[in-house]
Each structure stands twice: as C-alpha cells, then as structure tokens.
C-alpha cells in the first residue's frame, strides 16, 4: 500500500523512532501514515508491540480494517472495546498480540486493575498511537494515560513507549490572541512528549491538490415574525417565576445561559433543603428544553417533550408536593392551546432552509450522501421524524437514520454501539444515505462517498467545525452551515474561522522555533504538569478525608428522607458505588423490567431500575455482580448531609468522605453469617 509523499514527508521522524504529532486534514491519511509507521515498527524494533488508543468505539473497528490491510497478515491484531461481551483480560491478550486496538479507557482500567489477566504496564508497549490527539489535555483519558507516560519520563525508572499523535485539529485552546494559541500548541506537544509536530512543507501543493475542501456555504434565514408557541411558553414560565419570589433572576428565556441558572438554583435549593425551589427550578428547565427544542425544530417536537416529561412525573411520583400538583395544573389547564398553537402555528424557517438544502443536493444527479449535525439526541429524533413526516421531502430519494451516542439517557432513547456499527455500515455500503447525528460522528468516520454536510444551528467551537467538515470527502462537496442571521450560533462559526486561522498561525510559530528553546519549553510543560497533578492528587485525597463516612447521611435528592449513611457505600471496579447495607432493601423499589445497556460486561450485568420508595425518585439501577444483587446509586440523586452542611455532589470521585472498594469474598461471607444467624 503506497503512501503520498506528504505521508512520507510527516512520518519520517517517527521512523527514526521519534515522538511527534502529524498534523493533517482530515480525509488526508493519517490512519494510514500511522499504519506505516506501525509496521516499520514491528519490523525494526526488537520485542516490539504497538497500541492504537482511540476516543469512539466505533473507530475500533474502521482503524482496524486499514492497520490489518497495512499488516497483511504478518503480526497478530486484537480490537478491545466496551461492547465486545466475555473477553480475555487485557493484559492476557496484550501479551498474545503484536498490535491492539482500543478505546483509551479500557487501556486505563488495565493500568489501574490488580488483577493479574487484566493488568499491563505502560512500559509493555514500545509505541503507542494516540487518534484524535488533541483530546490530550486536562482531565480527559488520554491525558491521564499520558501523565503516567511524563512521570515515568521525568523519574527515569523504566523504558518508555513511543508516542505517535494524530490529529487535524489542534485548536487553540479558547485562546484568541497568537501568545495564548501557542501556548495551547506547546502544551498539547508536552502532553504527548512531541519531538515536533509534523505537516507537510515541501509537498504542501500535493496535499492541497489531493484533499481538496468542500465547498462551504451560509444558508442564513430570518426568526418567525410571530411565535405564539414560544410566547405561550414564556408566559407560563413567567407564571411560575411570580411563584418563586425571586425578583432578582434572569427571565432570558430560551438560552443556554438561562439554563445554567435554574441548574444551579435547582442545586442550592436542594443543599439549603428548599423543596418546592428545587421542584420550580427543575420545571423550568423543562421549560426552556421546550423552547431550545422549539428553536431548532417545530412547536409539536417542543411540546412532545413536555408531555412526556410531565406524563413521567404522573407515572412515577409517589408523593407529591403542594408545588408540583400545582405545576401539573398549570401544564394541564394550558396543554390544549399549546397543541393549537403548535399545529397552527408558523413554520420553523430555518427548516425551511433546510428543507431547500436537501430537495437541492438530494434530486442531483449521482448518489448523493449526507450527514445533518444538531447538538442533541433529541433534535435528531425530532428532525429524523421531520424528515419522515414533511410533504416536500416524500418524492426526494432520502433514506435517513439516526447516529448518536451510545451513553443512556432519561429523557431520550439511547443507542447501543451495535446499533452504531449497523448504522455506519448501512451508510457506507449506500443502503442509508442520509445521518442525522449528534457530534458521536464528527471525528474519525471515514465515508469517501459522503458530499454533504450540513451543521443545523451549532453553537461550537473550531475544532468540532473543522471535524464536522471534514466528513464531506467527495469531490465537489457542500458543507452549508444553518443558521437564524444575527444569532450566536453564526456569530460563534465565524469566530471558528478565525480561530481556526489562527490556530495554523500557532502550529507553524511553534514549528519554526529553535529546537533549544522548544525543548527547553516542553521540559518545562512537563514538570509543571506533573507537579500539578500530584497537587490534584494530594488535593482529592484530603477532600475525601474532610468528614468520617458514618457522619455523612445519604437523603434522597427529592423528598429528602435519610436513607443511609456514606459508611454503606463501597466501589465496584473503581466506579460504581453501591449501597452494601442490607437494610437499605426496606427504601427503594425495583422496576420488574431490566434496565437496557447493550453491552456485555465481565462481571457483571444490569438488574432493574431502582426509585425511592417514599417519592418514586429514580435512583439508579441493580447491578447482578458475580450473582449477588447490588444497587448502584447515581450521584446526583443523593444529597449529602456532612458535619458542615448539606451538599449535591457532581461526581462519586468528589464526595468528601472515604468510600471503600467492594471486597466481593467478605460480602458472601457477611451475607451466610447474617442468613445463619437469622
């Protein structure tokens, strides 16, 4: 398999064993350069074994396919990922295989893990390739993998992989001045202990003759002159407003900033244990969900999700609190002018807009092939039903299908990754020929014959532009960007060409400085880093020995009954926290029916939903671990009540008290101890 010379160009200092960044667009070929570059590899160095991290499960199997037809046959591959079911631990098939391929947290699990056939060392590896590596940074997966790599490198106990970074999209690191992007650059280059990042200079006109852009297009159209839809909504959320007493906070309705504010007054209502605030806050939000909603697509999508959500708080409330029976009075006395007005109403423009995109690009000549971007799962569920019911688009030859992520979700429908892989194969062999998709596809799916791409009202930064962009590879494609004229969504992708022009200022600044000063500069990056995390460390550690775990009282997030304290709690796997106190049956009700999670783990499986049995509050679900049944709590359906208040954490990794990890022998033995003795 030949490579362009800009391939050759990029990957020669990796072949001379040297860490660095390609940096080329997307659609160029990096997979395959770093395909190359594993083989030559495998071939030169003397026990070598390569390990290809990425950050989508469905990327395993893409990169799969172009490293095994690179290998052709001579090393062994293994692909590890979440959905895969009963597998050989990590470690076991590290050590059976030349080269893996998986999504990074399976890699940091195994680091972490005491179990021997699911353990590996970082050093075991002689070259680690990092997809997608502009994620290296702060707290994200890779750069927790990579830290471990600096520490190593700083100590000078033990060999260290090479380190292989791709990316087409450094960004800038929400910097907006040349000093600020460079500095992001440089950071980037520290995390993943960069020799130099790598773009084509000598045969930069080949690559821009070979990867031609698409050609990109502003479909702008004007708001509805009239909107008694959102009007009624906003005069119900006036309503309940006037009931909060709170002259003070912001009416800026239908906003992402406004959403932030009733979250955070939902938070403090419920550390302060002011339940009816919390309950008119959480509505609230309701609310504005319905006016984004309405935003994007129609009034009937808006008020769908209303319906549903107060339909649920009827279904599983068991208790009811004067507030809420007073906002399910409120929705109900009003629902049947708001599905008037939502059938009556005036069209959304902006899918009119889209409407004449795709009755342009579908009725071409040729097999066209598209993906629409949105921003959540539930405007792809609203706009693939659009699709499916809009009179002017039944004669255009459109076969749509959702893409999103395959995390779960309360509000929406999740999608399991076998539905992901079945959705990407459908589109790649043109049985499907539209997606409609949240970002899950902006990065690494390679379609060649996909020529059109619309963002549908994003508001994003320049990394996701460039990445979504990147998904039209055909010749003559068109990337059209959505948008109301004036609004922040357009206002925010032109900032994104600016950044990113600035972010090729800063890759070439940082290229062309001396190589003294550079490396004086990422060693410089590096011992910062390290030292920080270890601060973070100290820092976690003395947050969670702030109060004794028998002083803190668990209360449900909604009633607010004490249900337990944070001495019952234990980690499974180092991640899910469950209640081991038998008592706590006597709080909690399970649903008959398992919760859905279409993926197999090694030990375990999902039991029913678990809700409070005071409230009906949902919160989280039994785990059937090695056949003993647990129940998992969410953390943000729990409030803490500490010596020093009550608090709502955001994560289980942030709670200030100790929590044990799940010893699975002693619990056996506990539970035969307590049946004999009854």
């Known amino acids: 398999m030949e490579l362009q010379p800009y391939q050759w160009e990029v990957i020669m200092p990796a072949l001379e064993g040297k860490n660095i960044i390609i940096w080329l667009p997307t659609g160029a070929g990096k997979t395959r350069a770093a395909a190359y570059v594993a083989k030559r590899h495998l071939e030169t160095v003397d026990r070598a074994k390569v390990v290809v991290l990425v950050n989508k499960v469905h990327l395993v199997t893409q990169h799969c396919a172009e490293f095994s037809h690179m290998l052709d046959g001579r090393w062994t591959i293994a692909t590890l990922s979440g959905n895969m079911g009963p597998r050989s631990g990590f470690g076991h098939l590290a050590r059976r295989n030349d080269l893996l391929i998986c999504t990074a947290e399976l890699l940091q699990l195994a680091l972490t893990s005491s179990e021997e056939e699911e353990h590996v060392e970082l050093n075991e590896f002689s070259l680690i390739v990092v997809d997608e590596c502009h994620h290296t940074h702060k707290d994200t997966v890779y750069n927790v993998i990579l830290s471990q790599y600096l520490q190593h490198k700083l100590q000078r106990t033990r060999r260290l992989p090479q ?3 791709l990316t087409a999209s450094p960004g800038t690191g929400r910097a907006t001045k040349l000093d600020g992007a460079i500095d992001h650059i440089l950071q980037l280059c520290a995390n993943l202990d960069t020799w130099r990042i790598m773009s084509p200079q000598t045969y930069s006109p080949q690559l821009q003759e070979h990867n031609r852009q698409p050609c990109k297009q502003y479909d702008l159209c004007h708001r509805r002159s009239q909107d008694p839809f959102g009007d009624m909504l906003k005069e119900l959320m006036d309503q309940v407003h006037d009931l909060l007493e709170m002259p003070n906070l912001s009416r800026n309705f239908g906003t992402q900033k406004y959403e932030q504010q009733v979250v955070e007054l939902s938070q403090a209502a419920a550390e302060a244990g002011l339940q009816e605030r919390r309950v008119y806050a959480l ?45 399910l009075a409120l929705f109900d006395d009003h629902k049947n002018k708001l599905a008037l007005l939502a059938t009556h109403g005036p069209e959304n423009p902006k899918l009119e807009m889209l409407e004449q995109i795709l009755q342009t690009q579908f009725q071409s000549h040729g097999s066209p092939r598209g993906i629409i971007f949105t921003c959540t799962r539930q405007s792809t569920h609203s706009l693939l039903l659009w699709l499916q019911q809009q009179p002017g688009l039944q004669t255009v030859d459109i076969r749509a299908q959702l893409l999103t992520g395959a995390g779960n979700s309360s509000r929406t429908t999740h999608m399991t990754q076998s539905e992901q892989q079945e959705v990407i194969q459908k589109f790649r062999d043109g049985t499907l020929n539209l997606l409609v998709a949240t970002s899950v596809a902006e990065e690494g799916l390679d379609i060649p014959q996909c020529n059109v791409v619309v963002r549908y009202g994003l508001l994003t930064n320049e990394i996701s532009m460039v990445q979504a962009r990147g998904r039209a590879r055909a010749d003559q494609s068109v990337y059209s960007f959505v948008a109301t004229h004036g609004s922040r969504e357009l206002q925010r992708e032109q900032t994104n060409e600016a950044l990113e022009r600035l972010m090729k200022r800063a890759v070439a600044a940082v290229q062309e400085m001396d190589p003294a000063e550079y490396q004086a500069k990422i060693q410089g990056l590096q011992r910062a880093a390290v030292l920080r995390r270890a601060a973070q460390v100290t820092q976690q550690e003395s947050r969670r020995r702030q109060f004794l775990a028998e002083n803190v009282h668990l209360l449900c997030i909604n009633c607010m009954v004490a249900v337990g304290h944070g001495s019952d709690l234990r980690k499974v796997e180092g991640t899910h926290h469950v209640n081991v106190n038998p008592n706590f049956l006597i709080y909690y009700n399970v649903s008959q029916k398992p919760v859905v999670i279409d993926r197999v783990f090694k030990d375990w499986k999902p039991g029913g939903a678990i809700s409070c049995k005071n409230c009906g509050e949902l919160w989280g679900m039994q785990m059937i ?40 022998v002693q619990h056996c033995a506990q539970s035969l101890s307590d049946f004999s003795l009854d």
């Open 283 to 327: 509505h609230l939000r309701r609310y504005n969900d319905a006016l984004l909603i309405h935003d994007t697509v129609r009034a009937v999508d808006a008020l769908a999700v209303l319906r549903d959500f107060y339909d649920r708080e009827r279904a599983t409330k068991t208790q009811v609190l004067p507030a809420e029976r007073l906002l």
């Open 625 to 664: 671990y090695k056949s003993v049944q647990l129940p998992v709590l969410k953390v943000r359906s729990m409030l803490l009540e500490t010596p020093g208040g009550r608090i709502q954490a955001k994560k289980w990794s942030r709670v200030p008290f100790p929590v044990l990890d799940f010893d699975y």
């Open 163 to 165: 380190v292989l970074g």
